[in-house]
């Protein structure tokens, strides 16, 4: 693993976005979130096409900015969000539906979430590497030459497993809040982000506002 990060260093192909996303059935009610996003490109995706609310977590910096600049430039603001941090402390309670492409190690340490926001009905789509313990309720080979294997996992994956996992899919460090109406699905940032979670969501009104302030 270099550095802190904990996903491989590359981005899902397009096949493979796509077959990830007709896995993942999202409809306009849903919350996608997508851990270790990259730079976006399937939150991105899953917003335009279907309609889902998109929250995508990464630490790289450099992805960030540019997952929020198209963020930006496509005009979706209302519907998808940019996070910033490390994945560990990012509470799973608002999303009905998860992507990762994150290394063995990285889901072990995330099994317990994992397995929680399962039993609350979340669906989880793991890329590559499964969820050590659990049978997948369904694998798709994909990409170009159908090597890669998608795992798909929903409530039926936990249906009598009693092994580890909060109920509702909150992490340990729950110092973000993010909130989901019944109704009509929001995500909404919590005002301050205590930085023991790491993570911060990403403003994109930050660099307007310091051009603002050196004009005066």
Same mark, same amino acid.
């Given at each position: 693993? =270099? ?9 899902? =192909? ?7 996303? $007709? ?27 279907? &309609?889902?609310?998109?929250? %995508? ?7 960030? /900015? ?12 209302? $519907? ?8 560990? #402390? ?36 793991? @890329? ?14 994909? &990409?170009?030459? $159908?090597?890669? /294997?998608?795992?798909?996992? *929903?409530?039926?994956?936990?249906? %009598?497993?009693?092994? &580890?996992? +909060? #109920? *509702? &899919?909150? +992490?340990?460090?729950? #110092? ?5 109406? =019944? ?11 205590? +930085? ?6 990403? *403003?994109? @009104?930050?660099?307007?506002?310091? /051009? ?5």
């Amino acid at each position: 693993m =270099e550095g802190d990060s904990l996903a491989p260093p590359c981005q899902a =192909e397009p096949e493979i976005i796509d077959d990830i996303l $007709k896995l993942a059935d999202l409809q306009p009610q849903d919350v996608f979130y997508d851990l270790g996003c990259g730079d976006g490109r399937i939150c991105i995706k899953a917003t335009q096409r279907y &309609g889902a609310h998109s929250l %995508g977590i990464e630490i790289e910096e450099a992805l960030v /900015k540019k997952f929020q600049q198209n963020i930006v430039s496509l005009g979706i603001e209302d $519907k998808v969000r940019a996070v910033a941090g490390d994945l560990l #402390g990012l509470p799973l309670e608002g999303a009905t539906c998860v992507a990762l492409y994150l290394l063995p190690e990285a889901l072990a340490r995330l099994r317990p979430t994992l397995v929680g926001a399962l039993r609350r009905g979340c669906r989880i789509i793991c @890329n590559t590497w499964g969820l050590e313990g659990l049978e997948p309720t369904s694998v798709v080979h994909s &990409g170009k030459f $159908k090597t890669v /294997k998608l795992f798909y996992y *929903d409530k039926t994956a936990v249906l %009598g497993n009693s092994d &580890g996992g +909060s #109920g *509702d &899919g909150r +992490s340990d460090n729950n #110092g973000i809040t993010y909130q989901v109406e =019944e109704n009509h699905p929001t995500i909404t940032a919590a005002p301050s982000i205590p +930085s023991s979670t790491g993570c911060c969501v990403v *403003d994109d @009104n930050l660099d307007k506002k310091s /051009k603002e302030e050196e004009v005066r």
